[in-house]
Antibody
Framework: QVQLQESGPGLVKPSQTLSLTCAVS??????????WTWIRQHPGKGLEWIAY???????YYKPSLKSRLTISLDTSKNLFSLKMTSVTAADTAVYFC?????????????WGPGTTVTVSS | DIQMTQSPSSLSASVGDRVTITCRAS??????LAWFQQKPGKAPKPLIY???RLHGGVPSRFSGSGSGTGFTLTIISLQPEDFATYYC?????????FGQGTRLEIK
């Protein structure tokens, strides 16, 4: 059973780069049918899909955020990461790492507990 | 992007009631529709995928239906642990999008 655990800085200053990591256990990031995803939730708001990366390194970013995002995979450590540049207060949110299973229409079937990111000076 | 619209935005009900939440997509998503339950301070919990299939461990009082642009989530015989916020989500096209959520409260 795959489990995910996010880690992040908690507090980031405006204009800096946010780096988040998701450790994967109980499964391999090299599994062909899994897409590794980031989703965020602004305080008191709904859910926003951000980006994915798959086992071959293919990526897709939400167009409105694409210029500031880089998602990557570390197969040696079995984790994936997200970097977001030039953060502002609007990036304050809980960030979830999520496994999408493309193998059987299962969708976003495993979620990490989330990590809170606050952008403030 | 595909827009997902849920109704109602909030709902009050009692333990034992039957409730239905509706989700509408701005274009045909066939059955690429999921439902999630979220409680305060927790990650969303997957309930339903492919519009009507329950994830493992989800009680059978939850059911989903619909295809194309119109979908429903029904909960029969509400239990105390069911009071939460529910989201629908399309996964036919990236970027995936979610409904705005339906908050289910105890009457």
């Amino acid at each position: 059973q795959v489990q995910l655990q996010e880690s992040g800085p908690g507090l980031v200053k405006p204009s800096q780069t946010l780096s988040l990591t998701c450790a994967v256990s109980g499964g391999s990031v090299r599994t062909g049918t899994y897409y590794w995803t980031w989703i965020r939730q602004h305080p008191g708001k709904g859910l926003e899909w951000i980006a994915y990366i798959n086992y071959s390194g293919s990526t897709y970013y939400k167009p409105s955020l694409k210029s500031r995002l880089t998602i990557s995979l570390d197969t040696s450590k079995n984790l994936f990461s997200l970097k977001m540049t030039s953060v502002t207060a609007a990036d304050t949110a809980v960030y979830f790492c999520v496994k999408e299973d493309r193998g059987g229409l299962n969708g976003l079937d495993v979620w990490g507990p989330g990590t809170t990111v606050t952008v403030s000076s | 992007d595909i827009q997902m619209t849920q109704s109602p935005s909030s709902l009050s009900a009692s333990v034992g009631d039957r409730v239905t939440i509706t989700c509408r997509a701005s274009q045909d998503i066939t059955n690429y529709l999921a439902w999630f339950q979220q409680k305060p301070g927790k990650a969303p919990k997957p309930l339903i995928y492919a519009a009507s299939r329950l994830h493992g461990g989800v009680p059978s009082r939850f059911s989903g239906s619909g295809s194309g642009t119109g979908f429903t989530l029904t909960i029969i015989s509400l239990q105390p642990e069911d009071f939460a916020t529910y989201y629908c989500q399309q996964y036919i096209n990236y970027p995936y999008t979610f409904g705005q959520g339906t908050r289910l409260e105890i009457k």
